[in-house]
């Protein structure tokens, strides 16, 4: 999705992260210079609704895959990182 930016979000070669956001009316979080935007509200659609996660697989420390799914009613704390 291309979208020009107004002049007012503009300076130099930087431009206002939090004022963009605001004009897409999406929510916005940084946190030690990384910004993150939320996902467009098409893409979430009966995941945002329902309150449920959407099932994903990934590696365990042991390098044994494991799906969210396992953890049916169970709390599960999801930290992400890259390095990019």
Not at 12 to 41: H, M, Q, Y
């Amino acid at each position: 999705m291309c979208i020009p930016l107004a002049k007012n979000l503009k300076s130099g070669k930087w431009f206002n992260l939090s004022g963009f956001a605001r004009k897409l009316s999406e929510t916005v979080v940084t946190d030690s210079g990384v910004w993150s935007f939320g996902e467009i509200p098409v893409i979430r659609g009966s995941f945002y609704n329902s309150r449920i996660a959407p099932d994903f697989a990934a590696p365990d420390r042991k390098g044994r895959v494991v799906h969210l799914s396992d953890f049916r009613g169970k709390k599960v704390l999801v930290v992400t990182w890259a390095s990019w």
